[in-house]
């Protein structure tokens, strides 16, 4: 072992080793856009063509440690190009360099290794030192690296919170009312649409044209509707299983898995009790409940992602980049083409807007200005898609009742707006947690529902007033489970999507 030590390059290894440890530690809780198999692709490329390198550099100098040592550089270039970029950029003698000549920072950051590497080459052919305690040195030293984040990994996997849900019913649910004829049941969720009340106190703007045209069609329209979560891995399955997740704080949310929480999706409540009075489950949704989750095309970010291997991919062969506007008018469609069937049906749909990308201003009009798009903190940009979700959302109010006049209907949004930084960070927090919400029942028994309603008793609700059951209607309380940096990295990260392209 010492000789191998002391002989060898055994850095070249390692550098690939500590990338995917690191990832994987990082994504291991998030990471559900990719299967096993993509990733251990992904680690493979990275680590081979690592071990290319030094195969290549090795034919060239006829030295091990020589090779070792000269694709040093060249190693942590790839692997952790984006790491240093990122912090480089935002030094004050980089960043306006950077505003200046744009892409043309990588080619010459790639020019600068280029020549340093070929210096180094031509050094190494000439020199006679043998670099032995150089090399010992490097070793060590990466392989503490490495060791330290195997130790991180296995840390992460034992420390997993187990989730569970805090309410579940005492099954099977006994509906008494409205049984000889079921309605369809169509529950839409629009991610990010912030409530009535924060509209009015932060953007100066009084939802009233969608707030008058729903009342007016018999809705229900809550003054302060509010989620139990500011996140949507939490929001969805905790609305589809009317209950609480046990979740008390962002620490413990850090440590759930997002595949538990799709699986509480995939299996939740809702759905268990109204399939036995013989309702089907359609889904037209990016976040849904089947084996596997498509959400493929939702999380694009996969282990090239810090490597230069991914600004080459983006570059020169693409990215396949969610197109939200294509998303969203897909489902807009599916559910206008809706039509009322035989047996009672609960349609679940899922809207990616008013969140962030803004595509489209108030008329319908689309933008195609990538810096107000991706611009997560532009207020007016918000607004104006937020009122075109609202044109889209009287299209769909009018088919339904149109097709089936006697249907439940609730809209509803995951969390608030949550970008707010220039007001304080405790009213920052609670806006995330102010939601839109509309609930139309046939019957038009809104009784006991309160003018502050929490997402978590929807369903409660709505089970209660139109099919006779008497469920608790759980107490409101609200976990905060986003994180102001992880937002701001949000921003930062499509920002820098936009800058590769330019």
Known sequence: MKKIINQWALYPFFIPLILIFNELRSVYFDYISLGFYDKLVFSMIIFFTNI???????????????????????????DFYFDAFNYLIQLSFIKPLYLIIGFKVHKLALFFLSVITLLLFIYFRRSKLRFVKFNLYLNIVFGIFLCIEIVKYTSTILNTHELKLENTFNTPIKFTKNTDSLPDIYFVIFDSYTGNASLRRYWNYDNLDIQSFLIGKGFLVPTFAQSCYNGTTFSIPSFLNASYINIQNKSEADKTRCIDLVDLLRHNQISKELLNYGYKFQEYSIFNRKPKPDLQSFFIENLYYRTFFYLVQEKFFGLKNVNYSLVNESNFKKLLEVKKHESPVIHYAYF??????????????????????????????????????????????????????????????????????????????????????????????????????????????????YFGTNLPVLKGKKVNVGDENEIKDIFNSQMRKINLKN
């Open 352 to 465: 990616y807007m008013p969140h962030c990308p803004y595509l489209f201003d108030s008329t319908g009009k689309e933008i195609y200005d990538k810096n107000i798009c991706y611009d997560c903190l532009n207020k007016e940009a918000y607004k104006e898609q937020l009122i075109y979700t609202n044109s889209k959302i009287k299209i769909i109010t009018n088919h339904i009742l149109k097709v089936d006049p006697k249907s439940i209907i609730i809209f509803q949004a995951d969390h608030g707006f949550r970008f707010l930084f220039d007001i304080d960070a405790k009213d920052r927090r609670e806006e995330g947690f102010s939601i839109f919400q509309a609930i139309y029942l046939p019957n038009k028994n809104y009784k006991n529902i309160a003018d502050t309603t929490y997402s978590v008793n929807t369903f409660r609700y709505v089970f209660n007033n």
């Open 52 to 78: 290319t390198i030094y195969v290549l550099a090795y034919l060239l100098l006829k030295n091990k440690i020589k090779a070792g040592i000269l694709i040093l550089m060249p190693l942590m270039f790839l």
